[in-house]
């Protein structure tokens, strides 16, 4: 199957007086047709460097990037490629439904069922009521849905993503995740990318981290998390229960790895505890923390 985004030996420089900023240095990455991958890394790791080039915003220093085998410098390359850039700039003049519709014809889509085909998304996306609004009297979190709807309403075959979940409430960030798991179930081809990882856990099939512009790994998260996946339980319960620490009142906590979890849910069910939570505590975020030394303050590399 042809991939849908093949990036080989990509470098952008920034040049500087003095040194080059280098945003993103030799990074080969397949991304294939029909899966969700992640991109992630730090403030300044060269995450929107790479989605610039890919979406043809910005060009490469050296190495290629193609969207279906089509070089991003092709606008052909383009088309039926939904992108949401990081802090999207939709014409503020202009109202969703226009914005959505006036999309679509950009990728040669027009027709009677135009204009409900795109309510149908403002709608999904809770900005119905919204659609003859003009956009400049928006808040960050309904601009975010407006661009994302205009994503989805071109009948993407690839969707790129930077940041997908910012300036989203919790609720809407949920909705936005399980808008982007359907477009992924139906077949589609996600690139995202976050470096809040908490949200987006769920939706990538793999992880890509990207750190001071260099690709440190590639997993899926079963593999980054491994055998060490530990889970905090709490529960509620008169009966000491040896293992657990008591967090107020009848309430108890406690944390244990995989392997113990179940003969704990034993030994509580025997106990006639009441089991209320039982969380990962390791997530993807820590387990990343492994190849990546963080830095409070992260930036790219000079050449
Ligand atoms: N136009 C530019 N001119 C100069 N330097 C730039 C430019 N764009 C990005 N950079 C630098 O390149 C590096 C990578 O930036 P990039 O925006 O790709 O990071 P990022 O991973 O998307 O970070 P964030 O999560 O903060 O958006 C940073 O050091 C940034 O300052």
């Known amino acids: 199957m042809q991939a849908a985004i093949s990036i080989y030996k990509l470098t952008k420089k920034f040049p500087r007086r003095g040194k080059d900023i280098v945003a993103v240095q030799e990074l080969d990455l397949e991304v294939h047709s029909g899966e969700a991958f992640g991109f992630i890394g ?82 999904r996306f809770g900005i119905a009521h919204v659609a003859h609004a003009r956009i400049r009297s928006f808040s960050k979190g309904m601009t975010q849905r407006t661009a994302l709807a205009h994503a989805l309403a071109v009948n993407p075959r690839l969707l790129i993503l930077d940041e997908p979940l910012s300036g989203l409430d919790p609720i809407g960030r949920k909705d936005v995740v399980d808008i982007l798991m359907e477009y992924r179930k139906q077949g589609g081809t996600i690139f995202f990318s976050s470096h809040v990882l908490y949200d987006v856990e769920r939706l990538a099939d793999r992880f890509g981290l990207i750190h001071k512009g260099e690709l440190k790994t590639v997993q899926s998260p079963h593999e980054l998390l491994g055998d060490e996946q530990r889970f905090v339980v709490r529960t509620i319960g008169e009966q000491l229960v040896e293992g657990l620490e008591q967090d107020v009142g009848n309430r108890w906590f406690t944390e244990v790895g995989q392997v113990e979890l179940w003969a704990l849910l034993h030994k509580l069910e025997a106990a006639h505890h009441q089991v209320i939570e039982v969380k990962p505590s390791l997530n993807l975020e820590s387990a990343f923390m492994k190849y990546v030394k963080a830095d409070p303050i992260s930036s790219a590399t000079e050449g």
Not at 55 to 73: C, P, Q, V
Request: one cysteine or more; aromatic letters at 6%.
């Open 42 to 123: 730090q403030n300044g790791a060269g995450k929107s460097t790479t989605i610039k080039i890919l979406t043809g915003s910005i060009r490469a220093s050296s190495g290629t990037a193609m969207l279906f085998g089509t070089a991003t410098t092709e606008a052909k390359a383009r088309l039926n490629v939904g992108y949401v850039p990081e802090n999207p700039y939709l014409l503020d003049y202009l109202t969703p439904l226009e914005t959505l519709e006036m999309g679509c014809k950009l990728h040669n889509q027009s027709g009677q069922g135009l204009k409900k085909k795109c309510m149908g998304w403002l709608e």
